[in-house]
């Protein structure tokens, strides 16, 4: 527990970050302009990025999943702690509200744990969100660097697994391809802690439903340099070469419902099965999922717990 009864109550800030997501076709210019640092896309470009966003009905789930799952982890945080008052607040990396801005308001708070939503994080991974905490930062703040390791992160998704795989008909060959989100390939830079946290969690789930034919692919990869292979299209093309009659995907990478799954998956990697004679199948995201939340809200506490 991380405090006791005799105690004054103390006020605990649980700050929740992601990447966020336009919430209309208007956000979409602000939001890219965002993450290419300042360079706005091309007018091309850009009509690109909302026709995507039309075929997914004009916005993804992400501000609507995450502020869900944000509303069940204070709940589950202050039946965990009954003798603080905990608060959980969400900020964005490229659209409002900002993190830096969000920060600034958290000075009251007793204590205050930064989660990331990428249970796979590493130092690298994590700097361009712990950035613009720095100028608030002080001994009483925790972050939360890394919670991949969670048994009920990987019991949330054995148990949609599970779920899916009873829909298959008996006679099907399935390839089950686990992904995540691509990184670039440059010099100097390491992301092995990355990839062995996924094929841990992927090795936990393929072992615990004996899964005969399973991967770990890359997708949503940028247009520039080298990435992370092998990609999700090699892997679908080479389920069709192979014979599988399904691919089902599992977008352990990821933590809920956003254009990575419902445009790069949804759209796109349907279509290459649809081509390739193949049935699309993809394992249902966390969205609403209670065990993730209990996943989320270990994290926290152990970062509570941690002497430091």
Same mark, same amino acid.
């Given at each position: 527990?991380?405090?006791?009864?005799?105690?004054?109550?103390?006020?605990?800030?649980?700050?929740?970050?992601?990447?966020?997501?336009?919430?209309?076709?208007?956000?979409?210019?602000? %939001?890219?302009?965002?993450?290419?640092?300042?360079?706005?896309?091309?007018?091309?470009?850009?009509?690109?990025?909302?026709?995507?966003?039309?075929? &997914?009905?004009?916005?993804?789930?992400?501000?609507?999943?995450?502020?869900?799952?944000?509303?069940?982890?204070?709940?589950?945080?202050?039946? +965990?702690?009954?003798?603080?008052?905990?608060?959980?607040?969400?900020?964005?990396?490229?659209?409002?509200?900002?993190?830096?801005?969000?920060?600034?308001?958290?000075?009251?708070?007793?204590?205050?744990?930064?989660?990331? =939503?990428?249970?796979?994080?590493?130092?690298?991974? /994590?700097?361009?969100?712990?950035?613009?905490?720095?100028?608030? =930062? /002080?001994?009483?703040?925790?972050?939360?660097?890394?919670?991949?390791?969670?048994?009920?992160?990987?019991?949330?998704?054995?148990?949609?697994?599970?779920?899916?795989?009873?829909?298959?008909? &008996?006679?099907?060959?399935?390839?089950?391809?686990?992904?995540?989100?691509?990184?670039?390939?440059?010099?100097?830079?390491? %992301?092995?802690?990355?990839?062995?946290?996924?094929?841990?969690?992927?090795?936990? &789930?393929?072992?615990?439903?004996?899964?005969? /034919?399973?991967?770990?692919?890359?997708?949503?990869?940028?247009?520039?340099?080298?990435?992370? #292979?092998?990609?999700? +299209?090699?892997?679908?093309?080479?389920?069709?070469?192979?014979?599988?009659?399904?691919?089902?995907?599992?977008?352990?990478?990821?933590?809920?419902?956003?254009?990575?799954?419902?445009?790069?998956?949804?759209?796109?990697?349907?279509?290459?099965?649809?081509?390739?004679?193949?049935?699309?199948?993809?394992?249902?995201?966390?969205?609403?999922?209670?065990?993730?939340?209990?996943?989320?809200?270990?994290?926290?506490? #152990?970062?509570?717990?941690?002497?430091?």
């Amino acid at each position: 527990m991380y405090m006791t009864e005799d105690k004054e109550i103390q006020q605990v800030c649980v700050l929740v970050l992601d990447y966020g997501s336009p919430r209309s076709l208007e956000d979409v210019k602000t %939001y890219y302009t965002r993450i290419r640092r300042g360079h706005g896309p091309s007018d091309e470009e850009l009509q690109g990025l909302r026709h995507k966003y039309e075929r &997914i009905g004009g916005q993804s789930q992400l501000m609507e999943s995450t502020a869900w799952q944000v509303e069940r982890l204070q709940e589950e945080l202050q039946n +965990e702690l009954p003798f603080a008052k905990v608060t959980v607040v969400q900020a964005h990396k490229y659209i409002e509200p900002l993190i830096g801005d969000v920060a600034k308001e958290l000075g009251h708070y007793d204590t205050v744990v930064v989660l990331m =939503m990428n249970p796979y994080g590493t130092d690298i991974l /994590n700097a361009s969100y712990l950035e613009p905490l720095k100028p608030f =930062m /002080n001994d009483r703040w925790k972050v939360v660097q890394h919670w991949a390791d969670v048994p009920t992160l990987v019991q949330s998704w054995t148990d949609r697994v599970q779920k899916t795989m009873r829909t298959l008909p &008996i006679t099907a060959k399935p390839l089950y391809v686990f992904t995540a989100h691509s990184v670039p390939l440059m010099q100097g830079i390491s %992301y092995d802690g990355y990839v062995h946290s996924l094929q841990r969690v992927m090795q936990s &789930i393929a072992d615990q439903l004996v899964l005969p /034919n399973a991967t770990l692919a890359w997708q949503s990869a940028g247009t520039r340099g080298e990435w992370l #292979t092998p990609t999700v +299209e090699t892997v679908t093309e080479q389920a069709g070469a192979e014979g599988h009659s399904h691919v089902v995907y599992m977008p352990i990478g990821f933590t809920c419902t956003h254009m990575e799954v419902s445009y790069d998956l949804d759209v796109e990697r349907r279509e290459q099965c649809d081509h390739l004679g193949i049935s699309y199948v993809r394992v249902p995201m966390p969205d609403r999922d209670t065990l993730f939340v209990k996943a989320m809200a270990h994290g926290v506490l #152990t970062a509570l717990l941690k002497e430091g």
